[in-house]
């Protein structure tokens, strides 16, 4: 079909427009030759285009499947408006930034922080194919860096664009990604140095300009470097051209560079001050744009970040410090005002350019540098020049000398610039091994502008080389498709532009014409304009400008461009005054600038590939490639041919390499948030060569499909019959030779189908043509059958509501009749029930009114009254009133009538002393008074005038005063402001004074006690002086009788010898009788020895060492190392005859249970009885070892033994009751006898008290020898007193005596500890009696209750009574041997005791002695039968619980327990054995008190585990094995070692065995961090393992055949018929692999359940990321599949973790919301109507996830509903309406799949399990579980 005939009525096509560029239109009728009727989509406008030419019609406008593609070359129609249009859509409407055409990365810049560059996108690109996911610049990089690994070959990244198209934050976010994946855990930390080299190159090399607020103002390369693990190893960087024309000029709206700015910023907030600047608007380099301002940006802030990133690079303070002096001084260079009027007034030096003396920015300029200011004054308003014999300096003009000024300002900025980026090179060159690199290439896009100089020259020259490589390298990755395809193709033709590269770069090209020129003594612009007009016109890409003839015109690929030659030689040649510069270089006060003009050698091979991958290209060294060189001849390298020359290196660089592109483009100059220019950003799409990589695609095969996508979207087109599945290919072919007539329209590749542009629509229209004709089938078929259900349904409702209309009026006429009659009686009721409610109406109106008119009347009256008293008020207020007036004007006229009278007879009295003075005598009298009264003044001026001295240096303190006054007033009023407070506070200090006295009291009660003490101190100490004068007198006394003391001293010491045979003695006899009570008992031991083992209850092989202690039962087992172990209680039971009339007549149940309670108090008898015997035996044992001590106190002894009297008697009167109770019953036999024996124990006890006794008073003449000592000392004392000095010569006495008096506190304080004791013991065995007691009284009832109960059949009776013999046998010889085994070690002990004292009595033969009497007792003890006494309950056995190990035997045992164990092994053994022998060993080193083995011990379980674990990081088993024993062990220190919230549910029992000793905090957290690290390494390696299986699983498994969504932009792999072990079966298998490993393993429960909550969040949080990422999954029909297969991990949930309870399963199912909504959303309607609905849904979703799915969701069909702006706009606002608050916005758009679920590891053993018995090499373990 050709392509014309897609022009049909409907068709959508493409037209022109001069402001959208192109916009959407509709052919209304089939094209005619020539012409074709549109209707415009906007405008509804009819509009015909007359066409010439048939190949030049309007573009065809792609299906709506294809809209919104990531890749732009899957588009069936390739062309400039399906592009645009399809950026447009992408951009505006989805919010997606990035696009795919080829592989060209199409970046736009959002002019937004949008949150897709986190972590998490990090991971989530990484390992995936480019794309798989949607386009991103991580993409990308991650195709670049798996390449270098895979091909081994070094990769580039070219990021072009032009400015403000977002190039560099786009080469930042590439070299953050290599950072990440490529991180080296090395301490250099390149990767960290590597981000921290942006914000420093940021600050030096970018600025503001029109187009952009951080335009980089230079090109730069930087090669990241690998080692041989690919992991980063260092880096270098180049620069290109730096626009260093900018450090002197700015065009308006535009900025200087930014570090500018922030060193302003910097001394604004007091800092630097050294560097004297001031703001940024009184420098001429830094107000000439007016726009010195960032929206957004503080400049201080980010002088702070640049400062952090030089320090992280290495530049030390020092270079900082010089570094910013530098850029100040280029600041004061350009405020020196130059002028043009002498200093001297010679008018013959108009002309010359002149500095004022006083300039004081030079100042500042040579105070920063250290220059000599002369020097500097004059060089920068002369020049030298050379001729052939002379050198003349003369004066420059205004203008030149501010053209030099400003050139050494720019050569001083580009050296700095050069030496900053060599310190970054030196910084990222770590010296590692360099095996391969990533080049990042940021540099500038295709520029035209108004007026183009020599920068833009340079750029676009610079673009013209890298279109050329980009061009070929897409022509031969688009004919390596072909090849790889083996399909038949010609030859392409693409654009080429070494023409225009040749204009350039040939031997009379524009560079060499230039250089040319500037070699040239009196060269010119102008000039070199001309030689262009003349030597290049033969040029097909070089024009004249039609008007003017100081420009030229290049054709460029991208556009045509006309350059002005202003400026171009001066920019060439860059040159500085060497004068100047030799003036800078002679710097003091600055080291850099010598290290910036420093003429160095570098390295010239360091940034290029490795020499086996490098083509011949011109050496060039590294760092930045800005300043001009020299030639190997000395001559100064002109800007042009260093800049051809880098140019050239870079290229050969990028050809060494597998280049990568990325196209920035910039939707529009208004820097508006998602807003697209078509204009501006066709331009740029033509300038970049995107259009141009359309355009190679295009003419070949654009569209290609993998067979079975092909199939699974079009087998709609092929009948059944023709479908064959086995050969996909075969039926494809079948659908394109039925349909595509023209065979040339498409190739049958190895894997794909490749059409020509166009037939994919085609296709496209075709099938929905044919699915439009089955619909209408479909209707009209399920039309008439709904017609038909309706005519059906119609006459049975007919019918029905006939019948039931009869029935209706039948029963409505009955009702009739009923209703009438219930009527009339209703009536009859009804009236007269209104008749009595109307006279009772009636009768309470008449009461009311009455009520209300008489309470009227009454308020009346009220009121009348109450106006009357208010009336005589008003009158008596009033009538006083006017009296009291009449009063005041009454008085007043008196007053004034008084007044007058006095004036009257004050005037006539001044008359008359007037006529007085002017008489003689009256004269005279007063002038005697006069005199009198001058002397006294002229002696009071005297004394003024004195004082006046006097006051004259008090006048300066009078005007201090008066200002202390002001400021009183001041204050004063101040104080009237507080005065409102004053009264709270007056109220506050009115508590203060009360509690100020009650103080006061308090004080002064303390102040008499005080005195008090005080006087009573000095009273005693008064006395004690006295009494040590007295005392030293008596010593001197003392003296004199010393030897009389010696003497009785020896008498003493002889009476005690004596005392001490005699007990001696006392101790033979004793140890004769304890000999023969030996013998009794080792007889009796060795007969039971020799008795035959009765029936017992066998454990397994886990407990052989029990049976090598001869023990025939175990306590209370719980089935820990045995399969038989069952939970039984066992009560004291006698042999009695249960089977008599068990099958004949009734059994003798009642005697049972009377026989079991009498057994229940003789238990609790029995053990009362072995409590206080091991009381006595430790009573006996503490009295012996006392006897040996000189300082025992007999009187606690005595003490002792009088209670255990006492409880002896009570004891006997017990059993005296029970007896007595007992003599109404009919006892057993087997009751007598045990009561008899009880008896004979109680009576040997008695025995054994009794001799207590004898020892205790053999003991009493000791302490009457000691009383009596005392009681003479103290006699001697009073009574000899001042001669006793003669005795106590040198104080003995005194010291005897006091030794005495601290040995009686001793001795009193040891009673009072032992009262003590003996009483806290007494208590808690009380307790424990009781506790027993209770416990065996409810055992007694329950087998009471259960042998009362009639045996169902003879099997349970035969039980009954096994049980009842078994228990009887079992725990008579279980308690008979403990009985036996604790006096056998109380009497070892007596013996042991006994031979220590014989040894030290003297007596050597004591071995011998123990040797015969062993041989005799055992051979006594051969013909004793054994006695079978039966005992009521068994004592509990104490277990230490400890492993004993020597600290040689460390290292083996841990390599036993931790490396050598393995996961199978540990399996079969108990659970947490390892741990409990661990710990078992802990509490072995806290009994022996042995710190170095307890820290050896713990730090080789530390180490042995991680060794372990770290060897078998692969294995599930490994992890789980010791997490659940790092656990225990944990819980264990925790519970027996930790603090009291720990403690608080165990037993006494279990705090007995808690650790005494060390504390174990810190090892705890030790054990806890690695159980954290295990846990986290576990759940590592199950993501590990799920990573590959997820995707596969939930994603892409299509489980229900038939549906397919729509074919994405990336290409995929053939699907294959999936094995029985894909999809969900196999991540449920995985799944259940590790739950059986878990609790194989015995892992805590609910760690288990955190542990799959933490792998199902890792599960939805993965897939989420992978559906946010992939188009081609937001489709219906892959929603329902995926639904599809989560269902089955619920399903698996539901059936694996039911176990756990079901809070459990619900919680873990709540962890799946997320990815369900996501899918249930693909799944919902989306009409308006429906988005409260869909937010509902949505619950658990941000409002960015639910807007990129909504984005990306493509109908798969013609007939589904799409997702519309406003639909997603108010899906938007509803859910940020829902969460108004910023923080609930997740910073980045993917899930964080790594999120910790909380595990709290504490999980304290079980308290109703009872003790656990472990036998471990005859070690007895308890432990409490």
Excluded at 334 to 353: H, Y
Excluded at 926 to 939: A, D, M, P, T, Y
Excluded at 1788 to 1803: A, D, P
Aim: proline share 3%; charged share 30%; with cysteine.
């Amino acid at each position: 079909m050709t392509t014309k005939e897609l022009y049909t009525k409907g068709a959508r096509v493409w037209v022109e427009h001069p402001i959208k560029v192109w916009e959407g239109a509709t052919v209304t009728n089939d094209y005619r030759s020539g012409v074709l009727l549109v209707q415009i989509d906007d405008t509804n406008e009819i509009r015909q285009i007359k066409i010439t030419d048939e190949r030049r019609m309007p573009p065809l406008r792609n299906p709506s499947l294809l809209i919104g593609q990531n890749d732009l070359t899957s588009l069936s129609y390739l062309h400039e408006p399906a592009v645009l249009h399809n950026l447009k859509v992408r951009f505006c409407d989805r919010n997606a930034i990035y696009t795919y055409c080829g592989i060209v990365l199409v970046a736009i810049n959002p002019y937004y922080d949008l949150p897709i560059y986190g972590d998490e996108t990090i991971m989530a690109y990484r390992g995936q194919s480019m794309g798989d996911l949607d386009p991103h610049i991580f993409a990308v990089s991650e195709e670049a860096y798996t390449k270098l690994e895979r091909e081994r070959r070094d990769q580039s990244i070219i990021v072009s664009g032009e400015s403000g198209a977002g190039k560099t934050v786009s080469a930042k976010y590439a070299m953050r990604y290599f950072a990440a994946v490529g991180g080296n855990a090395s301490e250099t930390q390149v990767e960290r140095k590597v981000l921290a080299s942006s914000p420093i190159m940021e600050a030096i090399g970018n600025a503001k300009t029109t187009r952009n607020d951080n335009s980089s103002r230079f090109g730069k390369f930087i090669e990241i470097h690998f080692d041989s693990q690919y992991r980063i190893s260092g880096a270098s960087m180049r620069t290109y051209l730096l626009e260093k024309s900018r450090v002197v000029y700015q065009s308006s709206g535009e900025r200087n560079y930014h570090i500018f700015y922030q060193l302003c910023a910097a001394a604004a907030m007091d800092q630097l001050p050294e560097l004297q600047l001031d703001h940024q608007d009184t420098f001429h380099y830094l107000n000439q744009g007016g726009s010195p301002d960032i929206d957004g940006v503080d400049d201080f802030k980010t002088f702070k970040e640049t400062k952090n990133a030089l320090t992280t690079l290495g530049v030390t303070e020092s270079e900082q410090q010089n570094m910013f002096t530098v850029l100040a001084a280029i600041l004061h260079l350009g405020n020196i005002q130059l002028t043009s009027e002498p200093d001297d007034g010679d008018p013959n030096n108009q002309d010359g350019a002149y500095i004022h003396p006083h300039d004081k920015h030079l100042s500042a300029a040579c105070a920063l540098l250290g220059a000599p200011r002369a020097e500097l004054a004059r060089w920068l308003t002369h020049r030298r020049i050379a001729s052939a014999h002379e050198v003349i300096v003369s004066r420059m003009d205004r203008l030149r000398a501010a053209f030099a000024r400003d050139a050494l300002a720019k050569r001083m900025y580009g050296e700095l610039f050069a030496w900053l980026v060599r310190a970054v090179n030196r910084a990222l060159d770590t010296g590692n091994a360099k095996r391969h690199f990533i080049g990042v290439l940021d540099i500038y896009g295709f520029e035209t502008f108004e007026i183009n100089s020599f920068e833009q020259f340079c750029i676009n020259y610079a673009n013209e080389k890298l279109q050329q490589q980009f061009n070929s390298h897409v022509f031969k990755l688009e004919q390596d498709e072909y090849i790889k395809e083996e399909i038949s193709w010609q030859m392409i033709d693409f654009y080429d532009n070494q023409p225009c590269i040749d204009l350039i770069e040939d031997r009379l090209g524009i560079l060499a014409l230039l250089d040319e020129e500037c070699r040239v003594p009196q060269g010119s612009d102008m000039g070199f304009v001309g030689k262009l007009h003349d030597k290049c016109s033969k040029y097909p890409h070089f024009l004249k400008p039609r008007f003017g003839n100081a420009a030229f015109i290049i054709k460029h690929f991208a556009d045509n461009v006309e350059y002005q030659c202003g400026g171009f030689l001066e920019k060439n040649r860059d040159t500085v005054l060497e004068e100047q510069l030799e003036c800078i270089k002679a710097s003091t006060n600055c080291r850099l600038i010598h290290c910036m003009f420093a003429e160095s050698p570098v390295d010239q091979s360091a940034t290029l590939p490795p020499p086996s991958k490098r083509r011949t290209t011109p050496s060039l060294p590294v760092g930045s490639l800005t300043q001009p060189g020299r030639r190997a001849s000395g001559q100064k390298q002109t800007v042009g041919a260093q800049f051809r020359a880098s140019l050239s290196a870079l290229m050969g660089t990028l050809s060494a390499t597998t280049p990568h592109y990325v196209r920035c483009i910039k939707p529009n100059d208004t820097k508006q948030a998602f807003q697209f220019d078509a204009a501006r950003a066709v331009n740029q799409l033509r300038a970049c060569g995107v259009l141009e990589t359309i355009r190679i695609s295009a003419a070949g095969f654009p569209s290609r499909w993998l067979y079975q996508d092909f199939f699974n979207r079009y087998r709609l087109l092929c009948k059944y019959k023709e479908i064959d599945r086995s050969d996909i290919k075969k039926t494809c072919s079948r659908v394109l030779e039925r349909y595509v007539t023209e065979p040339d329209k498409y190739q049958f590749g190895a894997t794909k189908i490749f059409f020509r542009a166009g037939q994919v629509a085609y296709l496209e229209k075709v099938r929905a043509e044919l699915q439009r004709a089955y619909c209408v089938r479909v209707q009209s078929c399920v039309r008439g059958f709904l017609a038909r259900r309706r005519y059906a349904r119609l006459v049975r409702a007919l019918r029905g509501i006939q019948a039931r209309a009869r029935g209706y009026l039948a029963r409505r006429r009955a009702q009739e009749i009923r209703r009438n009659r219930a009527a009339i009686k209703i009536q009859k009721h009804v009236r007269g029930w209104l008749a009595r409610k109307r006279y009772n109406r009636l009768r309470h109106l008449a009461i009311g009114l009455q009520a209300r008119a008489r309470g009227f009347l009454a308020r009346k009256y009220y009121k009348e009254k109450k106006f009357l008293n208010a009336t005589i008020t008003i009158q008596r207020y009033a009538r006083g009133y006017l009296a009291r007036k009449r009063a005041r004007y009454m008085r007043r006229q008196i007053i004034v009538a008084q007044a007058a009278i006095r004036r009257f007879l004050a005037r006539r009295q001044y008359k008359k002393l007037r006529i007085e003075a002017r008489s003689l005598d009256h004269v005279k009298s007063l002038n005697k008074g006069l005199e009198n009264k001058i002397i006294s003044l002229q002696q009071k001026l005297e004394y003024s005038q004195e004082r006046a001295k006097m006051i004259e240096p008090l006048q300066a303190q009078i005007a201090e005063l008066r200002t202390k006054l002001e400021h009183l007033k001041q204050v004063e009023m101040e104080a009237r402001t507080l005065k409102i407070d004053i009264v709270d506070k007056d109220n506050f200090l009115t508590l203060l004074r009360e509690q100020l006295a009650k103080e006061k009291e308090t004080c002064k009660r303390l102040a008499e006690e005080k005195r008090q003490i005080e006087s009573k101190y000095k009273k005693e100490k008064e006395e004690m002086e006295a009494e040590s004068e007295k005392l030293a007198k008596e010593l001197r006394s003392n003296k004199e009788h010393y030897e009389l003391l010696i003497e009785e001293r020896d008498k003493q010491h002889e009476a005690e010898k004596k005392a001490l045979c005699q007990e001696l003695e006392n101790e033979r006899q004793s140890r004769q009788k304890l000999l023969s009570s030996q013998y009794d008992l080792q007889e009796k031991i060795d007969s039971l020895q020799r008795a035959p083992a009765p029936k017992e209850h066998r454990r397994s092989l886990s407990d052989a060492s029990n049976n090598s202690q001869q023990e025939t039962t175990v306590e209370d087992d719980f089935g820990y190392g045995s399969v038989r172990s069952v939970e039984t209680t066992r009560p004291a039971l006698e042999a009695v005859n249960w089977s008599a009339g068990s099958h004949n007549g009734p059994s003798p149940i009642a005697d049972a249970g009377l026989v079991l309670r009498m057994q229940n108090r003789i238990s609790v008898l029995q053990g009362e009885l072995s409590r206080t015997a091991k009381r006595a035996t430790d009573l006996e044992d503490r009295l012996l070892n006392r006897l040996m001590l000189p300082s025992s106190n007999p009187n606690t002894d005595r003490f002792k033994v009088e209670e255990l009297e006492i409880e002896n008697k009570k004891l006997r009167e017990q059993i005296d009751r029970l007896r007595a109770a007992g003599d109404s019953i009919i006892l057993s036999k087997e009751v007598i006898d045990q009561m008899d024996t009880m008896q004979k124990e109680l009576d040997r006890r008695r025995d054994e008290c009794v001799q207590l006794k004898s020892v205790l008073t053999h003991q009493k003449p000791w302490f009457q020898a000691l009383k009596s000592v005392t009681v003479n000392l103290k006699s001697i004392a009073s009574n000899y007193g001042s001669d006793v000095d003669i005795i106590n010569e040198d104080g003995e006495l005194a010291s005897a005596y006091e030794a005495q008096k601290g040995i009686n506190r001793q001795l009193q304080e040891e009673l009072t500890s032992e009262k003590k004791f003996y009483l806290e013991h007494i208590s808690k065995t009380k307790a424990e009696i009781e506790r027993l007691r209770e416990e065996n009284e409810k055992y007694q009832k329950l087998l009471s209750t259960d042998l009362s109960q009639e045996p169902k059949n003879k099997s349970q009776e035969y039980a009954q009574n096994e049980i009842i013999r078994l228990a009887a046998e079992s725990m008579a010889i279980q308690e008979r041997v403990d009985k036996l085994s604790e006096s056998c070690r109380r009497y070892k002990n007596q013996i042991r005791m006994l031979v220590n004292k014989l040894k030290e009595a003297g007596i050597e033969d004591v071995q011998d002695i123990l040797e015969g009497g062993n041989d005799s007792v055992v051979t006594q003890n051969t013909s004793l039968p054994l006695e079978m006494a039966t005992v009521t309950r068994k004592k509990e056995r104490e277990y230490l619980g400890m492993f004993e190990y020597k600290i040689q035997d460390e290292p083996m045992i841990i390599k036993k327990l931790i490396p050598d164990l393995k996961p199978h092994i540990a399996a079969t053994l108990l659970p947490g054995l390892p741990a409990y022998i661990l710990f078992m060993m802990l509490r072995h080193t806290d009994h022996v008190d042995d710190e170095p083995k307890m820290h050896s011990l713990m730090k080789g379980i530390r180490t042995g585990v991680k060794k372990t674990l770290k060897r078998r990081a692969d294995s599930v088993e490994y992890s789980a094995l010791w997490l659940a024993n790092m656990l225990r062990l944990l819980n264990n220190l925790r519970q027996y070692s930790g603090d009291a919230i720990y403690q608080a549910s165990n037993t006494p029992r279990q705090n007995q065995q808690s650790l005494r000793i060390f504390d174990l905090s810190e090892y705890r957290q030790v054990l806890s961090d690695i159980a954290i690290w295990i846990y986290q390494g576990l759940i590592n390696l199950l993501e590990g393992q799920l990573d590959r299986l997820i995707v596969p699983a939930i994603l892409e498994y299509e489980e229900i055949s038939g549906l397919s969504g729509p074919r994405g932009g990336a290409p995929a792999v053939p699907p294959v018929a999936p094995p029985p072990s894909a999809g969900p079966a196999r991540l449920k298998h995985e799944l259940a692999v590790t739950h059986d490993h878990l609790k194989m393993h015995h892992v805590d429960a609910g760690l288990r359940v955190m542990i799959f909550k933490q792998l199902f969040y890792y599960i939805c949080a993965y897939s989420l990321n992978h559906l946010l990422l992939r188009k081609d999954l937001c489709c219906w029909a892959k929603g329902l599949q995926i639904r599809y297969n989560i269902s089955h991990l619920e399903t698996w949930i539901k059936e694996h973790l039911a176990e756990y309870g079901q809070k459990s399963v619900e919680e873990t199912l709540w962890v799946l919301k997320p990815i369900t909504q996501a899918v249930q959303l693909l799944q919902a309607r989306k009409s308006m109507a429906d988005v409260a609905s869909t937010v509902e849904m949505c619950a658990d979703l941000s409002a960015m996830q639910v807007c990129k799915i909504l984005n990306m969701y493509t109908p798969a069909e013609e007939y589904e509903v799409k997702v519309t702006k406003d639909f997603i706009h108010e899906i938007q606002k509803l859910m940020q309406e829902r969460a108004p608050s910023a923080n609930r916005e997740p910073v980045s758009v993917l899930t964080n799949s790594h999120k910790s679920v909380s595990v709290y590891l504490f999980v304290p053993q079980s308290r109703r399990n009872g003790a656990m018995i472990v036998k471990l090499k005859n070690v007895s373990v308890w432990e409490d579980t």
